[in-house]
Each structure stands twice: as C-alpha cells, then as structure tokens.
C-alpha cells in the first residue's frame, strides 16, 4: 500500500507490520487462511530491496506467495515493463523459493484512473501484454504469476491477444505466455464468468473470491453481493471435475507450499 | 497523431493536411466515406485550439463527427479526466454542430503499454469510468461519445461498473451514462462479441471494423481474418431488426449529420 511514496524505510516498516499481522490471522484460523505478503515496493528502489521481506516471510512465517505491484508510482507508470532485467532479482527469489506473484497494483495516485474501476483492470491489461511482447519465461520457465479480476480485459479481447501474438512472431499464447500466467475468477457478473470460461483453458483459470471487496454492495434487482463470485462459478456450467479443478487443484498446483500445508493438515 | 508532440503549429498543420486529404478521399467515394477528423492535440495546449479544426472540417469540409484524444501525452496521463472543465470548449463546439467523438488515443510513449494491446483498451476504460464517476452529461445531454474496441474492459466487468456506481452514489448506468456513451464492435473474436451483445443494450453497440486495422492478419486455424468483425456480428444470433439496427440505425442516430448526407443521397 502506498508505494507511490517515496520513503524506503517506512514501506519496510510498514510491510513488515502488516505482514506480521496476517501471520497473526493465519495462526489463530490456520484452516482457514494461508498467508501471502505484501512488499516494500517505491517507485525509486531497486526490487532487490523487497526481496528480504519475501524471504523473511516465507521461510520464518510460512507464507505461500507475494503480491507485486507492477506500478509502484501509483499511477504514473514510470517502471519498466515486468520483463525488464530490474525485476529479475525478485524473480530469482520467487523461482528460488517456489512462491507465485499476484500482480496487483495498489492505490491510484493519478486522477485519470479511478482505482478499482480503470487502474487495476488497466494494470492487468498491460502486464500481461508486456508478457506478450517479451520472452520472460524462456528465462524463467518456473516464474509463476497470477493476473487477477480475471485477467483484466484480456479474455474479453482474446482475439485480439491472438493477433497480436503472431504479428509479433510470438508463438501462440497457449505456448508463450499462458504456461505461466493465471486469472482468477473476480469478474463480478454471470456474463464475464461465463466468458471467462469460454475464452481461456480450464488449468489457468484459479478461484478468486473478496472477503469485503472494492465492489461491496448487492445487486438491487436480485439483493445478491456483486462479489459473490462463487455463486457464478457455481452457475458456469462446468463438470464436477472443472469445479473441483477451479476451486482446488489449480490453486493447489501454482501454489505449491500451500499445498504442502494442507498435506500436513491431511487435506 | 503524435499528439504527445509539444509542437501546436506542427499539430496544427498536419491535422490540417490530413483532414484535408481524408475530404479528398470522400470526395473521390462518396458513396462509401464520410469524414471524421482528427484534432490537433497537444499536451500542453488548451482543447479551444482544435476548435477551429473541428468547425472547418464540419462546416467547410462537411464532416460528421470527430476523433478526441483523452491522454495526448501519449501514455503519461497527465490530462485531467474528460469530465474536468477545461475540456468544455470543445463539447461546446460539438454540440452546436451535432456531432460525436470517438474517444481514441494515439501512440503511446510509455515502454510499459504496447499501443494496441494495452493503451488503446486502457483508455476506453479509464475514461468510461472518469464518466461513471463525473456528471457530465447532466451539463451536456446531447453530447455524444463513442467509446472503440467495445468498450475496453467494460462489459467484461459490467457487474463492477453497476456496483461501483451504486457505491458511488451514482444512478444506474443505463441513465447515467448510457444514454450518451456507445461502444462499437471492434473485438476480434466470437465470444467478445456474444458478450457485449448480451450485456449491453443495443441502442449502444455501433457497428465498427478495420479496414486495414492494427491487428491485421488472420486466425491460422480458420484462414479468417481477426478484424473481420461482420463474420461475428453476423453470428452472435441477432434478429433482423437488430441486425439493421447494430449496422446502419444507431449510427445514423449518433452521428445526424451522417444520416442527412445518406439523405440527400436517397439512402
């Protein structure tokens, strides 16, 4: 949170605060949650100063994955693409220590974008076609990321992403890109989920559900939650294998500690 | 083009040029053209200097509508929102004339977006949502805007847009924004198009295609070409009527001056 400021120590500190209290959470309802940290990205230190807390928090605190925000100036979009070389060193911990990234930005610090409503969608758009264009897992075939709000625009223009792919000569995305890279199912309506799973093949597609989301608040017309994105999962229309894959065994797959903490829980 | 440019003489002239030379090709088939103009944009310049553009290609040239960019930097995004004042002028002159924008950046000279895979989809985005959180329509109710490539991410995330304007103490979409707000129909690929039909009403799908478009080439496995959007559009299950409706009324609707000149052509 915050990245957008400038002020290393206090991201940090702040990291660490917030990262010791889901461990707290995780600790007093282990069945429930698995922790994922935040880092202590700004927008003028290197990556390699958050590397420290990923390791910090999954090797002391158990934790599963990270989020990274591809924007940390909130807005300005003044990193380089995610295949630069500048984030290798924080690829190198995640393959190292075998966690996925969320990519997610945080707050909006530009008044263009409205948060939950043009800049997340408009982060997940543009990584993953940054990912199109380059070759990022050549070098790390092992690299494991997850796109969320079901991958921003990018099902919904998938022709497109197709296209494009060749034009640039590309392999298909199914061989380039789609090995690595993951959507979660927080797309709040029956028609983008279906979509969703028209689009894009069943392994790449994980569950992603709010707790008390950007988008709190019922449909007035059916009093359901906008959120509530299990119920149109529930509605997709998929076999009883797809369901168990969606809700379990992808997550399970790219998530490979977590996995292995439900093992020792003997689930 | 090249808005990001900070050279206003320069805009000025090339928009003069190319507007002039688009009135050439419509003069040579005027069965088949109508003219849209480009605007001089610049970032650094007030929109009252493409005011002048847009009334000689309306008034001399006979053109029905216009091109509006909402991020002339390029990728930078330091415009305020399209609902901010300065911005007035032109819509101003836009409703005097009876004409629409379509809302359209340029290129982008920001190495994290690819032109067409990410700017061009963010900004539909971006401004849809500058539009759900403004009030502008409420100052102008006969300003109209053409939002391309369907919308961007919108109808993908409808439900998001429907709650984020309950949240934001906003009306529902359908009369707050959708009564002044088109997407066209540019997505290359079936099920984007059986989405945005089955999602948004259609009085505001506006049929839209490339004639050699940015995502030119064609789908390997069907031999067809990823911008030939009449194949879906004939395929996404619409009735007569909403056929007629999608290829010719709401553009005639939208862009009056369009429909005088077919008019007076006895179409």
Not at 159 to 168: I, T
Not at 227 to 237: Q, S
Request: one cysteine or more.
């Amino acid at each position: 949170m915050e990245h957008h400021v400038r002020d290393l120590e206090t991201a940090q500190i702040w990291a660490r605060a917030c990262n010791d209290l889901v461990h707290r959470v995780v600790g007093l309802f282990p069945d429930d949650f698995a922790g994922v940290c935040q880092l202590p990205q700004t927008p003028d230190d290197p990556i390699k100063t958050a590397v420290a807390e990923l390791e910090r928090c999954v090797n002391d605190l158990g934790f599963v994955g990270c989020n990274l925000n591809p924007d940390p100036s909130g807005g300005h979009w003044t990193a380089p693409p995610m295949t630069d070389e500048s984030w290798f060193p924080l690829y190198e911990a995640m393959v190292e220590l075998d966690v996925p990234a969320m990519i997610h930005v945080s707050v909006s610090d530009n008044p263009s974008f409205h948060h939950t409503g043009a800049h997340y969608l408009n982060a997940d758009t543009t990584v993953f076609m940054q990912l199109v264009q380059g070759d990022l897992f050549a070098r790390f075939p092992n690299l494991r990321l997850v796109i969320p709000h079901g991958g921003g625009a990018v099902p919904y223009h998938w022709g497109r992403y197709q296209g494009l792919a060749l034009r640039l000569g590309r392999p298909p995305l199914e061989e380039h890109v789609m090995g690595n890279v993951f959507f979660d199912t927080c797309v709040y309506h029956q028609p983008g989920i279906d979509l969703l799973f028209r689009v894009i093949d069943l392994d790449n597609i994980l569950f992603g559900s709010e707790m008390l989301g950007a988008v709190r608040g019922a449909d007035p017309s059916t009093g359901i939650a906008w959120d509530d994105t299990k119920r149109y999962v529930d509605n997709a229309g998929l076999s009883e294998r797809a369901r168990r894959q969606v809700y379990e065994g992808n997550v399970r797959r790219v998530y490979p500690r977590l996995d292995a903490r439900l093992r020792e829980r003997g689930r």
